[in-house]
């Protein structure tokens, strides 16, 4: 298993920017799912990015293609997520987490590994 910790989360105003990071540490495999998750309360958790750290293009959620932005640093092993034109609708919990396999659908199930999750509040 590999373990996540995320940071970055905070508090801004509607129209602004977070950049998340989460650092990987414990994978033997170079080539795995990552994505983005996030909860609001009462509300189930919503997948919002996806990567596979072999190659092919990121798969973002409606919600947020456009406005958030999902990176790599290989050599650091960690994932970020830019976040520009924040809205009050983005607020919740945000989780990093990584899965063996080539096929990074955004299914929280399908991942095994999870971060402890950031706090992000727009108002």
């Known amino acids: 298993h590999v373990q996540l910790v995320e940071s970055g989360g905070g508090s801004v105003q509607a129209g602004g920017t977070l950049t998340l990071s989460c650092t990987a540490s414990?994978?033997?495999?170079?080539?795995?799912?990552m994505g983005w998750f996030r909860q609001a309360p009462g509300k189930e958790r919503e997948g919002i990015v996806s990567l596979y750290t072999g190659g092919d293009q990121p798969y973002y959620a409606d919600s947020v293609k456009g406005r958030f932005t999902i990176s790599r640093d290989n050599a650091k092993n960690t994932l970020y997520l830019q976040m520009n034109s924040l809205k009050p609708e983005d607020t919740g919990m945000y989780y990093c987490?990584?899965?063996?396999?080539?096929?990074?659908?955004?299914?929280?199930?399908?991942?095994?590994?999870w971060g402890q999750g950031t706090q992000v509040t727009v108002s």
């Open positions: 414990g994978y033997n495999s170079r080539r795995y799912c």
């Open positions: 987490a990584a899965r063996e396999g080539r096929y990074c659908y955004l299914h929280a199930y399908e991942y095994a590994d």
